[in-house]
């Protein structure tokens, strides 16, 4: 089908209203023209289920090169910032997908199944230490006292990273952030900062793991190396990828499934009244405000992309939020059900990119939900309007989450 055929309208993303609160707008996009195009953004956005996934599918879409606003920037710019895009270009997911695969598949060898069973008794150790450290005040901020530390312990101890040391992993995860988000050149200094320090905090692990091998992640990626199936370089880079996004997209699940509940306080109570409900809450969660608004590719050929042909070198934001809330397969889409069946979400991608630590992400919020409910019943919001930032383009996150209790 030529693209003549295909109605395609552009929309702005980043009015007030729709950085506030897209879900409408988004409705209206996908009902319109549901293949749109972004001015700011220079490409083309998918909001139906079916061409969400189908794109997912579509090994001629790559996942897009993170690298991209460096490329705006002045020469002198890009040339400071030449050590963040060399670590970038290593990170998996970011490289063409031999090498993505060739990473995945060493990680798999760790994030099997039973590895990560193996782990729940350690998180709800995790969980019930952080909650004895504020049971007595009565009140917490979530975001800072539970949602960013559960899943930063357990990413470091998976990586043999020394307990001592894990609020500076907080901190370098909370720069790095702004690689994924539209931001500007300072900002990308000061992740390119963050950057660094952990690549040589990372290296000073490897050279212990390669004296003293231990049971933990680095240990495996020293063993493979000296198999020739990675280099040190790789091995660092995809180190500090796995310190930030281990726990940053886990954290936000914790936080905005809790913000959900809050504004749904009949699935709350039931969820109070039958922890069995746990997994179905978290998916649910991961459907109505999931970890990634949009996933971003970019077509490496010509492709048809819902009824669209176009050549490569095309950029496609996949709006996950929109694609999780079609009505034509998510029956009352706005409503939040944590017994909803079937929930066929694509929180965590699909294919070859799929999120290797969904499992994990599932079985720390699942625990996490469970004991925080069980221990606190009567937790409720401190303050009537939740802290949220816009994170264009549709995303946001919450800065803080205070509770009581």
Known sequence: MSDSAVAVQSYDLFTPEAMADPTGLLHRIRAESPVSHVPQLDAYMLTRHADIMAALKDRRLSPANMTQTISTLSQDEQDELLPLRQSMELWMGHTVEADHLRFQHLLKRYFTPATVNGLRPRVRELTNELLDAVAERGRMDVVADLAYPLPANVIAEMLGMPT??????????????????????DQLRQSQRSVLEMQEYVRGLVRQRRAEAREDLISMFVAAEREGQVTEDEIVANCVLLLFAGHETTAGLIANGLALLFENPGELARLKADPELTPGAVEEMLRCDGPAGVIVRESTEPVE?????????????LAMMAGNRDPEVFTDPDRFDITRKPNRHTAFGLGAFYCLGAALARTEADECFRILLNRFPD???????????????LGHRLHTLNVEF
């Open 305 to 317: 992309v819902g009824g669209l042909d176009l050549p490569a070198g095309k950029r496609f934001y």
């Open 164 to 185: 001592d040391e894990r609020e500076q992993l907080q901190a370098w995860s909370r720069d790095i952030l702004a690689i994924f988000l539209l931001s500007d050149v």
């Open 379 to 393: 937790i409720r919001p401190a303050n009537a309007v939740l802290d949220r930032t816009p994170l264009p383009p």
